[in-house]
């Protein structure tokens, strides 16, 4: 829950705005001001009730579904973070179509009646991989990240001359539904450039953000992350109960404090979008971002939205508009893949691999236009002509192969494997990186050289699996191997999902199996993994077709033999 602390003055209240739509508000003079402990809008006393929904964690299909219910709970207001590493995944290539047209998400918001807070970042943390960041940014090994270094500065200003210019229409003085927009987020936590915010912050305004600035930190940081000029917001989070949940909003309202729920609906990582945090070790964000949240990751109801709802009806003027009917789940038949392909024979439909004398890692791998990889998995390999202690860096995890024999694993606290002696000097060592995020560490794949008995290996094919759709479209043109007996090792298995005619909601059980990714129809469902705590995968009933549908799981280490259906999900 993030509270806007700003002391009551003699405005007529408009905290119940929520029943306005922001494009019929014709005359517009004075937008979001903060005034000694409230926030005013048109000079009248205006509390903010936000809930955060991310565009990027849905289906496109799936927003009016999502913003009509927070509407109907009696929100006023919906917070969003924009994503610069999902807008420009490669220098210069810029996307704002699909379940990336931020617009279109803004607009919408409007029409049914919600007002809008944009987080741009460039940095949003949102327990994204690079908290948003561009992976590409870590080419310059000298660029200081969220700080005012030349080279950082330079791809912020870019990035910032293509996205501020799609925000400006959408502002409150221009008739649309942005009333504030956020400068950076949590720096004071960061806090290693003093001058950084004030960059930022004056980012925004010469290109054209005229609306209130905000800044958000929790309780102890809030000064070392504020910007003169902008109102500095405190964080307080993890309210998990809904009687709790609801006490406290309860209060907040009786003391007129503005408030934004995070999350309102939090959604789901899909692809390979999560982050991760570091307790010690580097451990990645599991694939559900449901976050204990007002609707579930499926976008149903909890006990919470009730609870909010009778609270925020018992103050409005007039009725609430009525909540959306319940999102339908169903249970499909069980799914038995049929056939299967190991990695090794994927190998061919990837794009051409890179030749290299040493290790490259991911960021630094010459594709996408020379921006290297962001996403997914990699894989090393050379000959070895000899035994002995293998030592290598990785950053994430990596599995160890002898000529497509599985050796052991290498992570950040297991550095070292030994390999057995053999006699034959064309063998072949393979090393799979398991990309799980940028969050915490500064690159990717294998850092620095790989040695045996402390000599340096040479002579590197390094193939990229990222595992994009056009992959998917070449892999159905291969020789699928018909499944016999249980496989060890990475591999791809083949099945079909039969949907009937309606395909709705589903959530996918995956017992037997170990830890890899599901596709369906292409779309990367994210990471299942059986240490847990997530037992369920969300598969949201608009990536399916009528009848038949391709299912694809990549598994890395041992198959399971059946994919469930199942109506519940299980985190």
């Known amino acids: 829950l993030s509270i806007f602390l700003l002391p009551s003055f003699p405005f007529p209240c408009r905290s119940n705005w929520s029943y306005l739509n922001p494009l019929t508000l014709k005359k517009r003079s004075e937008g979001l001001v903060g005034r000694c402990a409230h926030f005013t809008l048109e000079g009248h006393k205006f509390l903010i009730f936000g809930g955060s929904i991310h565009y990027f964690r849905m289906p496109r299909e799936y927003w009016r579904d999502r913003l009509l219910k927070l509407k109907a709970c009696g929100f006023n207001t919906v917070t969003t973070y924009i994503p610069w590493n999902l807008h420009e995944p490669e ?58 270094d030349k080279g950082f500065v330079e791809a912020v200003d870019k990035y910032f001359d293509h996205l501020i210019p799609r925000v400006i229409p959408l502002q409150y003085h221009r008739g649309g539904p942005v009333i504030a927009v956020q400068v950076e987020n949590e720096y004071g936590s960061f ?48 309210l998990v109960f809904a009687l709790v949940f609801e006490q406290t909003v309860s209060e907040l309202i009786n003391r007129e404090i503005s408030f934004n729920a995070y999350m309102f609906h939090g959604g789901t990582n899909f692809g390979f979008i999560n982050g991760a945090v570091y307790f010690g070790m580097h451990r990645g964000v599991v694939t559900s971002y449901d976050y204990d949240a007002v609707l579930t990751e499926a976008g149903d109801y909890t006990e919470k939205y009730f609870k909010l709802r009778e609270l925020f009806a018992s103050i409005s003027e007039k009725p609430l508009p009525l909540s959306p009917q319940h999102t339908l789940k169903t249970v499909y038949p069980s799914v038995r893949p049929s056939h299967f392909l190991p990695l090794w024979e994927v190998l061919q439909y990837l794009n051409e691999p890179v030749k290299s004398h040493i290790p490259v890692n991911m960021e630094n791998l010459p594709i996408n236009n020379g921006s290297g990889q962001s996403f997914g998995f990699v894989l090393y ?127 996918l059980r995956l017992p037997g199996w170990v830890s890899g990714f599901v596709f369906i129809n292409g779309h990367n469902l994210g990471r299942y993994w059986n ?26 280490i041992s198959s399971g033999s059946h994919i469930y259906s199942t109506g519940l999900p299980k985190l």
């Open 91 to 148: 220098r210069g290539q810029f996307y704002f179509s699909g379940n990336l047209d931020m617009e279109a998400f803004v607009l919408l918001a409007a029409k049914i009646g919600l007002w809008v807070i944009l987080r741009p970042g460039p940095y949003i943390c949102a327990e994204v991989d690079l908290g948003g960041l561009p992976s590409w940014l870590l080419q310059d090994p000298n660029m200081k990240l969220r700080t005012t």
């Open 381 to 507: 390999e050379t000959s070895i002509c000899s035994g002995g202690r293998l030592h290598a860096e990785v950053h994430d995890i990596g599995q160890v192969f002898l000529n497509y024999t599985i050796l052991g694993v290498l992570n950040e606290k297991v550095q070292d494997l030994f390999i057995p002696n053999f006699t034959v000097c064309s063998s072949r060592i393979q090393v799979i990186l398991c990309f799980y995020s940028l969050y915490c560490l500064p690159s990717a794949g294998l850092i620095g050289p790989v040695k045996i008995n402390n000599v340096s290996l040479e002579g590197f094919t390094i193939y990229s699996l990222e595992m994009k759709m056009s992959f998917f479209q070449r892999l159905r043109s291969a020789n699928w191997r018909p499944v016999s007996v249980r496989y060890l090792g990475p591999a791809f298995y083949l099945g079909t999902l039969k949907a009937g005619s309606f395909p709705r909601d589903t959530f």
């Open 531 to 556: 240490i847990g705590p997530q037992e369920t995968l969300y598969l949201p009933g608009v990536w399916l077709h009528p009848g038949d549908n391709e299912i694809i799981l990549f598994e890395k």
């Open 191 to 238: 806090n290693k450039d003093k001058d950084y915010m004030s960059y930022v912050k004056e980012a925004l305004l010469k290109r054209g953000i005229v609306e209130l600035l905000l800044t958000s930190d929790n309780e102890k940081e809030i000064e070392q992350g504020s910007v003169e000029g902008g109102t500095n917001l405190e964080l307080f989070q993890d």
